[in-house]
């Protein structure tokens, strides 16, 4: 299992609403069929509760190290994303929330998958 003690936060710096993104472009986990090496790209979007609420951010470093945790791990794309995206909610619950993972092809077949947490913005609809 990947391993959720690695989040670290921090306060949330504005009482603003206001939403983040984070791209991680080199994304690793295992076929738990194949056991061959599973590649992609973990897109993060988030809008955190304002400060005044509590509100908390994730801190990259600890958030890369969560990512590296699934290296070893035998899971399907689904399973990942999903899995992403509860770790997430349960640390910084959030207002809104968006995993996209992003893999490399497998026999002629490329897969996005997303997974939401909440209301999409409606100052992010507009981007």
Known sequence: MPD???????ETPSDTPFVIEHIAEE???VCPITGHPDFGVVTLR?????????GKCIELKS???YYHSFRNEGS???AVTNTIRED??????????????NWKGRGGIRSVIR?????????FLGR
């Not at 988030?46 to 509590?54: K, L, S, V």
């Open 115 to 123: 997974a939401d947490h909440g209301e999409v913005p409606a100052h």
């Open 88 to 101: 997430l909610v349960n640390v910084i619950d959030p207002v809104w929330l968006q995993i996209e993972t």
């Open 46 to 54: 988030y809008e955190p509760r304002p400060a005044n609420t509590g």
């Open 27 to 29: 994304f690793t986990s």
């Open 4 to 10: 959720t003690a690695l989040f670290e936060v921090f």
């Open 76 to 78: 399907f794309f689904e």
């Open 63 to 65: 958030l890369k190290l």
